[in-house]
């Protein structure tokens, strides 16, 4: 039984206003698909269904607001919950709950090698947190956030809360509601 499972994520078009409905990664497990997980552009690199979908109709794409686990072996953060800001708000503890069940039933945790924290972060940021160096990051969070400010200020203020570990415990996320483009 495959741990890494799409789901259908419906979505209106901002664009032409067409209602898109397409899969997206619900659970990925990097022993499974690390295609999935890996980008060689940075960023703006990751495939369709884990960052961003595409309107079928005009192509215009949209940032994907869904809920997701993404368990990584061997990482310095290896269980990642990234959802919408809006979620992240409110409470997520039942969806990290629900998803890290389905995964567990799945057989992720089989070989016990994902103990400790679900870290929690926008979805808006998984692109950043799966491509940046995070142990080098930890290391010096000024730098890391200095190399990011190219991608706009919310970014780099949720990225600098995930490195301190504070998004799970309610600290600020801002700026997650621009319509396209850059985070
Ligand atoms: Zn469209």
Do not use: K
Not at 8 to 29: L, N
């Amino acid at each position: 039984m495959s741990v890494s499972v799409r789901a259908p994520y419906a979505w209106t078009c901002e664009e032409c206003g067409r209602r898109c409905e397409a899969p997206v990664w619900r659970v990925v497990d990097s022993r499974e698909r690390p295609d999935v997980l890996s980008s060689r552009t940075g960023p703006d690199g990751f495939g369709a269904g884990l960052c961003q979908v595409a309107c079928p109709g005009c192509g215009t794409r949209a940032y994907v607001e869904a809920p997701v686990l993404v368990l990584r072996a061997g990482a310095v953060v290896p269980t990642l919950f990234a959802t919408s800001v809006a979620q992240l708000h409110e409470d997520a503890t039942a969806t990290v709950a629900e998803l890290v069940e389905q995964a567990r039933l799945a057989g992720a945790f089989a070989a016990g090698r994902f103990g400790g924290q679900v870290v929690r972060l926008p979805r808006r940021l998984l692109p950043f947190a799966l491509s940046c160096d995070v142990e080098r990051d930890l290391a010096d969070p000024e730098a890391a956030c200095r190399e990011l400010a190219e991608h706009g200020a919310p970014t780099v203020t949720n990225y600098r809360y995930f490195l301190r570990g504070d998004i799970g415990r309610g600290g600020p996320v801002r700026g997650g509601r621009e319509r396209s483009g850059r985070v």
